[in-house]
């Protein structure tokens, strides 16, 4: 992969809250905390993994930095331009350099249109070809995503998994874009064909020279296409490293508890590995605990973690973690 | 093998369902044994057969089920011959139960979940409400779930607190034999872990067996102590699980294996080319040939069983 240290993305201190409403006027009550102060950059040409449970705030990080959802606070910079303050009109032209896969190829495809609608849409949308065009374009795409271009009449019942999600992938293809994020895009697939999808997703990097936000819960397989890889809990990162510096030496007890909960399929040396078994479940992102986020079900916390959040720092050259025990 | 030595024995079990394009083959001569307190996984892909195969021992069949014969030996005695009455009496949950997938949005939402966990107590063993209840607490204890929960409604509880009641609800007529359909697939990693831990203690404290029923193949190997690789309606082998993980035999098997990432290994992870075949219209020799990189001539034939040390695989090449 062509990492350069040119930063593409610059997420800063994003926020994004959704209010709760309740009674009869309607009165906002509280917030969900979804996404609380995340802090990340993107370099081109790179992938970053962002990994954590569910309800932890992954995907709302990925439509916040699209401006699918306007974020509360925070700047989310691309190229230099601040996409928070943007105006709709420059927005809506920023949003054919940046697309999204997403995870349900059996949801996000509307069933009524052609593959040939569907991949040719973006391209109307935008009014960047007309016509024939479109249709030329379209063959191009599914030859792209290794599709029978004659598949282009047909409709998405008629596809596996995988080919969908491959129809995803042209879709997100259509504008040339130079980043795109993959929300969760092999986790509705059987495992027998992830790695079809995970392989195409490579060799598009390497021909387009795309930049990636690859958002996913399945550590083993965000290891095999990441360069970095961002550990989130509860709305904010706990953890960014290099991807073999964080598997190999996670300092933070979230992602060592996550990493020693991986299964591994081979019962001898499943046997012999020590495993951090968190008890309870993840707060709710209404009410977070004060200082860590963490600390309740953190193995190590002290009576200062209650009291003040950790900073995100930089322990060794480019890993960050949250974390006041970290050494 | 004699029926008589083994908690579970299944010969030739058939399940077809009908539709307007022809029979849907979902299981389609089924062939294994279970001692008990063992744990065995039947590993496939989707749409492979693997809740179909579930339904047929449970006999829980839809309305379009088709051809449904072989013989499913509990104990030595044939459950398939019971008539429907004496099945639901005798076998249904109060033999073998089961944890169906997706079990936590299962729950009946308006139902303390408390009561519907007392619920196949109350009408398989003809306790009263009481002693179900607290049966329920002594379940509760045996999952983790806390016992003041029995008063709670399923929404609030998590999802890996939702999974728990819903083994507990497996558990409470101590059956021989629960069948977990997919039971950590929607969970994230370390609620799988813990439910994992749950499962595992089961098995060693009361001797339980179970089927575990998954495409997960990674969680698989934590509980089993046997492996039954599923395609296309069949099963293609079966071996224990220590020489399964380590060499299986089936070239499907070995590509199943070889496409699961590892978290320490830079070994990049495989493909299975194509799809499986659709199980109204299946081909004629091996279901497996059309995606196999080890075909040769035979795969034309439908393949028999091979026994190879001890392990069983339905491939021409262990001829």
């Known amino acids: 992969m062509t990492a350069n240290n040119e930063v593409l993305l610059h997420v ?45 705030g992954k995907s709302t990080t990925g439509r916040a930095i699209l401006q699918l959802y306007k974020p509360t606070a925070g700047k989310v910079e691309y190229e230099g331009t ?7 009109e420059p927005m809506r032209q920023m949003r054919r350099k940046m697309q999204m896969i997403f995870q349900d190829p059996y949801a996000s495809l509307n069933p009524r249109m052609t593959v040939g609608q569907l991949v040719g849409e973006p391209l109307m949308v935008h009014s960047v070809t007309t016509g024939e065009e479109i249709d030329k374009r379209v063959e191009q795409l599914l030859e792209l995503v290794k599709l029978n271009p004659a598949f282009a009449t047909r409709y998405p019942h008629e596809f596996s998994g995988g080919q969908r999600q491959r129809i995803g992938v042209a879709r997100a293809l259509a504008l040339n874009p130079n980043f795109i994020i993959c929300d969760e895009p092999i986790s509705a697939l059987d495992v027998s064909i992830q790695a079809q999808v995970v392989n195409l997703l490579e060799e598009l990097q390497q021909q387009f020279g795309l930049t990636y936000l690859f958002i996913a819960h399945d550590l083993s397989m965000v290891r095999h296409i990441s360069d970095r890889v961002a550990v989130m809990y509860l709305g904010v990162i706990m953890e960014l490293a290099e ?73 060794r050259p480019g890993h960050f973690v949250a974390c006041h025990l970290a050494k | 093998m004699t029926h008589n030595s083994k908690l579970l024995n299944i010969e030739d079990l058939v399940l077809h369902f009908k539709t307007l394009q022809g029979p849907v083959q979902a299981v389609d001569g089924v062939n294994f044994s279970l001692d008990s307190n063992r744990a065995v996984v039947i590993l496939g892909e989707s749409g492979c057969g693997k809740s179909s195969l579930a339904r047929a021992i449970l006999r829980l069949l839809p309305r379009n089920a088709g051809t449904y014969s072989g013989h499913i030996y509990l104990n030595g005695n044939d459950i398939m011959t019971l008539p429907e009455d004496d ?49 329920v607490k002594k379940m509760f204890q045996h999952v983790g779930v806390p016992e003041d929960f029995i008063n709670r409604y399923p929404f609030e509880l998590s999802g890996g607190m939702r999974q728990r009641v819903a083994i507990a609800m497996a558990l409470v007529t101590s059956p021989m034999l629960i069948i977990l359909d997919e039971p950590t697939s929607a969970l994230d990693v370390l609620t799988q872990a813990n439910i994992f831990n749950v499962l595992k203690r089961l098995k060693k404290e009361l001797g339980i067996s179970f089927i575990l029923i998954t495409h997960d193949i990674a969680t698989s190997s934590e509980l089993a102590d046997d492996v039954a690789v599923m395609y296309a309606g069949q099963i293609v082998e079966v071996g224990d699980t220590y020489r399964f993980f380590d060499h299986p035999l089936h070239p499907y098997s070995q590509k199943l294996m070889a496409s699961v990432p590892r978290l ?56």
């Open chain 2, 87 to 135: 099945f639901r009496q005798t076998i249904r949950w109060a033999a073998i139960s089961m944890v169906p997938q997706a079990a936590m949005n299962s729950l009946n939402p308006v139902i303390r979940v408390g009561d519907q966990v007392a619920e196949p107590a109350i009408v398989h063993l003809g306790v009263s409400k009481a002693d179900a209840i607290s049966l």
């Open chain 1, 82 to 88: 601040n996409l928070v303050t943007l105006k709709r």
């Open chain 2, 264 to 319: 320490h290994s830079d070994k990049e992870p495989e493909f299975i080319v194509g799809r499986p075949p659709s199980l109204i219209n299946l081909p004629q020799g091996c279901r497996f040939a059309d995606r196999c990189p080890a075909r040769f001539e035979k795969c034309v034939q439908n393949p028999p069983v091979f026994e190879q040390d001890g392990r069983q695989v339905k491939c021409w090449l262990y001829a």
């Open chain 1, 243 to 315: 991807r073999e510096e964080l598997y190999n030496n996670p300092l933070h007890p979230y992602t060592q508890a996550l990493l020693s909960a991986v299964p591994i399929p081979d019962p001898v040396a499943d046997a012999q590995r020590k495993r951090v078994i968190l008890e309870g479940d993840v707060p709710s992102p209404a009410n977070p605990p004060s200082g860590c986020r963490f600390r309740t079900r953190c193995p190590i916390a002290v009576p200062l973690c209650a009291e003040s959040q950790p900073e995100f720092r930089e322990l």
């Open chain 1, 12 to 56: 800063d201190n994003l926020v994004m809250h959704f209010p709760i409403y309740r009674g009869v006027f309607q009165r906002q009550v509280g917030a969900v905390r979804a996404v609380d102060g995340v802090s990340f950059d993107v370099k081109r040409g790179e992938t970053l993994g962002l990994v954590g449970e569910s309800g932890c």
